[in-house]
């Protein structure tokens, strides 16, 4: 018998190899909607924050811990995705998962207090923090290699356009109905992604494995302090205050420990092996910097268009979108592209794509109109798209199967902490920024300046009015060159990561098909 035959025969058996599962295209709408589902409570509470306020008895400070708890619980238990999934099986994991998530999000939202929102939506975090990885682990097992970059567009689709539509939505929720309807809408979208799992998704096998209590303890505590100190840096002044301190002390002490003993146990709740795959390695430091522009982007647009120019939470939606519209039809693109285009080169025209938009976007002025916007964020979805998909096919490519559900589960926590760390990094260079553009704006406002003696001369004589609405245009104007640097930062990263590409290895035509075990 031929090596093919018996690999043939070899995923026969188990059920699992992607020429013996039945009913591919519906077991991608149920992994799909789930994982939609999932990303989408990453960023539609967001908008809902200021009417659940009253609602809970929460200030504004403490009202954050409805994000923070969520992304806490889901980066700590994102790395459990592949021990649970050998322990007890993929579609046991996932369907328990879904179930899980749907209840979590029926009791947010029926919530009577900050505490109990904050218990639920940790309960959310921990079971949804399975289903993005899980739900890329299903579609590369149950499509052949020739199909994986078809497969990844569909599933990068959902990863990318849940959060940029994840404000508009939930925005339109809490104006139309009640922000409790942000956490309601979960529960048609995970019954009918729960049938579908159901009914089609494929058994894997169960390959208990010892769990590494001292190895999970440590990146746990790494993760949930690098979390915290992201999340609540910018409210306490970051090292100013000893909280941080501490936050920053057991993320460096939980990291090196836990790389210790990956490097020295000879059972690491991780498999070290996964980081001798240079392809997903440097995949790894390719999806850190998709996370970084991607949601730090999503976090600076919204406040902008509001506070400098007036948009309403609906308006901001609209004219966002475009952004999912390149995404979407860049992965469509490209999901066809990448088995005739050299990965390598699809990736690096998207990071030129980012770039230009980014580029276009220093140009953003408080005069300007909506078109500016939407170009450039038309460009940059294409861009991100164009990244994306190539770049978790290549990173796949070459590692054993069997890894799939660490590796995934490793991705997206990488993904996640990029963003959270482009998040804070842009959140304190525009608070930092405003202050000095301010300073030096308002250094040029003196009545012997001949420009403001021209532009109003009520301002020169002390007029209060005058001088309120000359100091309206220095914040305004100190806050659109602070937004414009956050831009730039944002593309000078995005240009130090093209080099890496190079360092990526283009898969062979013809791969020895693997052995699911």
């Known amino acids: ?46 908008v809902a924050l200021p009417s659940m306020t009253g609602d809970l008895g929460a200030s504004r400070d403490t009202i954050n811990w409805v994000l923070t708890s969520y992304i806490v619980a889901a980066a700590i238990m994102t790395p459990m995705t592949g021990w649970l999934s050998d322990r007890f099986g993929r579609k046991q994991l996932f369907i328990t998962s879904v179930v ?19 218990g639920f939506r940790i309960l959310q975090g921990v079971f949804g923090a399975a289903i993005v990885p899980l739900s890329q682990t299903f579609l590369l097992d149950i499509n052949p290699k020739e199909r994986h970059g078809q497969a990844m567009a569909m599933w990068g689709a959902g ?22 309807w942000v956490f309601f809408i979960n529960l048609p979208v995970g019954i009918l992604a729960l049938l579908g799992c159901l009914a089609y998704l494929p058994k894997s096998p169960i390959r208990p494995r010892r769990f590494d209590f001292f190895g999970f303890a440590m990146l746990t505590v790494a993760i949930g302090a690098l979390q915290l100190m992201l999340d609540r ?73 509001s506070n400098i120019f007036g948009y309403p939470t609906i308006t901001t939606g609209l004219v966002m979108a475009p952004r999912g519209v390149g995404t979407m039809l860049s992965m469509i ?32 002025s408080p005069q300007m109109g909506a078109g500016p916007i939407i170009h450039s964020g038309l460009v940059q979805g294409m861009g991100l798209g164009l990244v994306f998909v190539p770049l978790s096919t290549v990173a796949f ?18 993904r996640n902490i990029g963003s959270s760390i482009g998040i804070s990094v842009v959140t304190v260079m525009l608070t930092r920024n405003v202050q000095i553009n301010h300073a030096e704006l308002g250094a040029a406002v003196n009545p012997f300046n001949p420009s403001l003696q021209a532009l109003s001369p009520q301002a020169v004589q002390g007029g209060v009015a005058a001088l309120t609405q000359i100091d309206g245009l220095v914040n305004q104007q100190a806050l659109m060159i602070s937004y414009i640097d956050d831009f730039k930062l944002m593309m000078i990263v995005t240009m130090c990561a093209v080099p890496l590409a190079l360092l990526l290895r283009r898969p062979q035509a013809e791969a020895a098909p693997v052995h699911m075990e």
Do not use: K
């Open 333 to 364: 693109l490209v999901g066809r592209l990448v088995r005739m285009v050299d990965a390598r080169l699809l990736v690096v025209a998207g990071l030129a794509l980012t770039i230009l938009s980014l580029d276009m976007m220093t140009g953003f």
């Open 159 to 180: 990863i990318m356009v849940g959060p940029i539509i994840g404000p508009t939505l939930g925005g339109w929720l809490t104006e139309s109905f009640n922000w409790r």
């Open 233 to 305: 840096g910018a409210e306490v002044e970051w090292f100013a205050a000893v909280e941080i301190w501490i936050y920053g002390f057991l993320t460096l002490t939980g990291f090196w420990v836990f790389g210790v003993h990956l490097a020295t146990s000879r059972e690491p709740f991780i498999d070290p092996r996964i980081f001798a795959d240079r392809n997903f390695l440097t995949g790894l430091v390719f999806i850190f910097v998709i996370g970084v522009i991607l949601l730090a982007s999503l976090a600076l647009l919204p406040p902008m268009l």
């Open 100 to 118: 899980g998530f749907v209840v979590a999000s029926m009791l947010c939202g029926v919530s009577w207090s900050l505490t109990s929102m904050v």
């Open 1 to 46: 018998m031929t090596g093919r035959a018996q690999a043939a025969q070899a995923t026969t058996t188990d059920g699992t190899g992607p020429d013996a599962v039945p009913h591919r295209g519906l077991i991608t709408v149920s992994v799909m909607l789930a994982t939609i589902m999932q990303v989408l409570d990453t960023t539609i509470a967001n």
């Open 397 to 414: 490519a070459t590692l054993d199967a069997r890894f799939r559900a660490d590796a995934t589960s490793l991705f997206s926590l990488v």
